[in-house]
C-alpha cells in the first residue's frame, strides 16, 4: 500500500515545484520522525499484504537497518527523548526504499487483474 | 416447414440433389504442400547466430535455442538449472505473468530443459505465430531481468524441489554416480545438484545472471526449427537476435573428456540400481570420432523388450528373465567428444546380483565372438532403427542438431546416421568388447550394498 501523494504532480511544474520545496521540507521536518532517527518509508503501516511482500523483498542489508531504526525509534519513544542532533535523520538520507518495491508488486497486480478480466476479440 | 405439395415434384427433385448428391468426380483444389518430407536440417548462419530448420508439413512449429551451457559448461554448481528455471521470467519488456498469458492466447507452449551438454528454452506454437515467438526467444535470452525476489520466491524452491526428487530416485542417482566417476569434472557433474551440495555458496541472482551473459552470446547458440522455412525462420532470428552479444563475457569452456573408469557405492533405501559403463562413442555430430560399432553393441545386449508380453530376445533380456525381478537396459549415451555405454540393471538386490554377473559373462562370449549371425543381423536392424527414430523424432532431433551446431560440428542427417551403422561388420563389432572387458569399467551401485556386487567380484577390472 502506496501512501497518496502529489508528488508527481507538482514535480512536473518547476514553478510549483520551487514554491513547495520550503513547505514540504518545513513539513517533513515538523512530522519529527527524523527526530527520532526514522525515514519516511519507515511510516508504511505494515499490515497489508503488499507491504509484508515488499518488505520480505527487502535486501537483507536494508531490513537490518530498518529494524534497527524502528527499535532505535521506539526506545525513544518510550524514554521520552529525542535522538541527540547529529543521529537525527538528514534530509539527503531521507529516501524512498520501500515505496518502489510497493508500487513494482502493486503493478504486477494491477496487470494481473488486467489480464484476468480481458475480453478478446478476433477479426 | 414447407408442405410437400407447395412444391413441384421437379423442384423437390432439384433440390434432393443440390444437398445430397454430390458428383462423383467432385474435388477440393490440391492443397499446396508447403515444406517438405525430407528429415535433414537446412543449416545457415544469420548475422553470427547459427540457424537450423526442418521444414517438416504440419500446422504446428517446433522453435529452441538450443545454448552451450549444460552442467559440463557451468562455472559452479547449479547455474545451469538456475538459468534453466529463470527462462521465461519477467524481462525489461514484459513480465513473466504477460509472457505466459500471451503465449496462452496463442496456444503456445513454453518449456525449458537441459542436457548435460546443452540448455534448450523452447516453444511449441502454430506454423503462423513464429514472429511473436522468435522474438520471445530472443527477448528471454537478452532482456530477462533475474531479479532477486524471483529467484528467492520462484527459482530456489524449484530446485529443491528437483533435489529432492533426485534423492528418491535411485537410477537417476546411479547414471549421475557412473557419469562422475567415469568423466570426473565437465561430463561428470551431475545433470541435477544432488541434496547435499551447497548451493547457497555458489547460487544467487547476480552469479546466474553473469552465467548467462556468457552463455546466450552469439557462439554459443544455435536457433533451431522443426516446421518452418528456413527464409522465414532466418528473416525473423536476424531481425530479433541482433541484440545478443557477439563475444562471451568470459569463455564457458570445459577440457577435452577423458576417461578414468573406477566404482562407486552409495547406500539407499529407496531401491537398488547398477551401472556398469565402459566408454563409448561420441554422438554422430563429432563427426570423425563417431563409433556407429558401439550403436549395434548396445542394441546386441539391449534388455528392454521391443515387443509385448516378452521380455525379449536381446542378450542382456534373455540373461535377466532367468531372475525375476531384474530388469536390465542398455543405453549409450553419446556427447560431443566423448561417450558412455552404459548397462544398468534394477530390481531387487539378489536378483541384480545375478543378472549383472550373467551380463558380464554375455559381453565375454561376444568378445569370444560366439554370436551367431541372425543375432547380429538383428542387432545392427535394431540400431538402426533406434538412430533412425530418435532422428526422426523431433525432440531429441532438435536438441541434437543444436548442440552439433554449437561444439562445431554438423547438424543431424538422418540418412547419413542409417547408412554408417549399417556399414558395422561382425569382426568389427567382436573386437569392441574385447577391447572394453580389457580396460578399466565404471561400475555404481546404489541401494543394499550388503547384496550388491563390487565390480571384483563381477570379474572387470577398475
Redesign the interface.
Known sequence: MSQPSLAGYIVKRPWLKRWMTPLANWYANAAGYRKLGLRADDLIPEESETVLLALKRLPQKEAYDRVYRLRRAFQCSLAHQLLPKDQHTKPDEDVPYLSPIIKEIEAEARERADLESLSIKKN | MISRSAIGGNAQLALRRQCCVKPANRRGLAAAVSGSTSFSYDTADVGGVKVASRDVTGPTTKLAVVAKAGTRYQSAPGLTTGLEQFAFKNTNKR?A??IT?ESE?LGGQLTSYHTREALVIEAKFLREDLPYFTELLGEVITQTKYT??EY?EEVEHVIKLNQKKLLGNVSELAINSAHGVAFHRGLGTPLYPSSSTPLSKYLNESSIAQFASSAYAKPNIAVVANGASQTELAKWVGEFFTEVPSSSASTLSSEATKYFGGEERIAHDGGNSLVIAFPGSSSFTAGSSYKPEIAVLAALLGGKSSIKWSPGFSLLSKAASTFPGASAATTHFAYSDAGLLSIQFSGSASAIRNASSEAVKALKSISDGSISKEDFTKAVASAKYNALEEGQNIEAGLVATGAGLVHGGKAFQIDQIGKSIEGVSADKLKSVPKALLEGKATISAVGDLYVLPYAEELGLKI
Open positions: 513480465s505473468l504477460r498469458r492466447l532477486a525476489h528467492h
